[in-house]
């Protein structure tokens, strides 16, 4: 099946041309194809059932690619100097189709700058897009699943409803981000930063939470079920119809935080720390 995923690949980019860092690009995204493919199988899919999700999820080229300068694709030397050329026509070409609603799924864009963009139910599932910037963008209702995402900026952007599952987002800012109803279920968020964010009916089961810093927010009906939350901190939160089941809450701080007597009894049944805490 590799080979058949190698040349689902070839065969998008094909009408391009040799442009440079092509095969940069169709490596990564074979790469990100070829992973997809093998959860797919893991989840008990036949062959053909996995290739076909699988290749559905690798979005339309043309809705990018329309948008790269002609002479981008014109057959050249693949110099550095080429290759930096070619990423910067690819963020353009995101900027430039930054309004529409577009499947962007298994793209390639490290360092992409999407800042201010509107993205309502853009897909950029199983893509790599460490460093990128999405600050003050509206991504309502956007698929980052399975991507990676290290280092990536969500800064003031509106992500209620998005969905990031399995995705690396390792060190991303998210200060005063909009994240209403979002999903990150088994999501890498160490050293995630969320200060400010608005985090209601936020799913953070089966993540790694670790060091996390939630103090003072408000954390109405948010689910942390069966996370890893050794050293987060929620001091001074507010805690009302939030999940900890199943979660290793242990090491967590929770010094001076408010709770409802459902959250104390579950987080006191955890053996977590409770001495300084109020319950309402």
Do not use: C
Not at 88 to 102: D, G, L, N, V
Not at 186 to 209: K, P
Request: hydrophobic content about 35%; glycine content about 8%.
């Amino acid at each position: 099946m590799e080979k058949q995923l190698t040349k689902f690949v070839n065969q998008a980019f094909a009408p391009y041309g040799d442009f440079p860092g092509k095969d940069d690009v169709i490596k990564e995204m074979t790469g990100n194809l070829q992973e997809k493919y093998a959860d797919l199988k893991a989840e008990g899919l036949s062959d053909q059932e996995a290739y076909k999700q699988t290749v559905d999820s690798f979005g339309d080229v043309d809705e990018i690619m329309e948008h790269v300068p002609h002479d981008q694709a014109k057959p050249q030397a693949p110099e550095a100097e080429d290759n930096k050329s070619w990423k910067q026509s690819f963020k353009a070409a995101f900027a430039a189709a930054k309004r529409s609603t577009s499947k962007f799924s298994s793209s390639n864009l490290p360092d992409s700058d999407l800042s201010d963009s509107e993205l309502i139910d853009a897909d950029f599932s199983f893509s790599n897009l460490p460093k990128a910037n999405f600050d003050r963008s509206k991504l309502v209702n956007a698929k980052f699943r399975g991507s990676n995402l290290r280092d990536a900026s969500f800064a003031q952007a509106d992500a209620s409803g998005a969905s990031f599952a399995g995705s690396d987002l390792t060190n991303v800012n998210f200060t005063g981000a909009n994240l209403t109803g979002a999903n990150f279920k088994a999501s890498a968020l160490h050293g995630a930063n969320l200060s400010g964010a608005t985090i209601t009916a936020t799913n953070f089961g089966h993540s790694d939470l670790g060091g996390v810093n939630f103090d003072g927010q408000d954390l109405t009906s948010v689910t942390f079920g069966s996370s890893s939350l050794k050293k987060a901190s929620f001091k001074g939160a507010n805690l009302t119809g939030t999940n900890f089941r199943h979660s290793d809450v242990k090491h967590a701080i929770f010094d001076g935080a408010t709770m409802d007597k459902i959250t104390f009894a579950l987080l006191k049944g955890a053996k977590a720390n409770l001495d300084n805490v109020k319950v309402v």
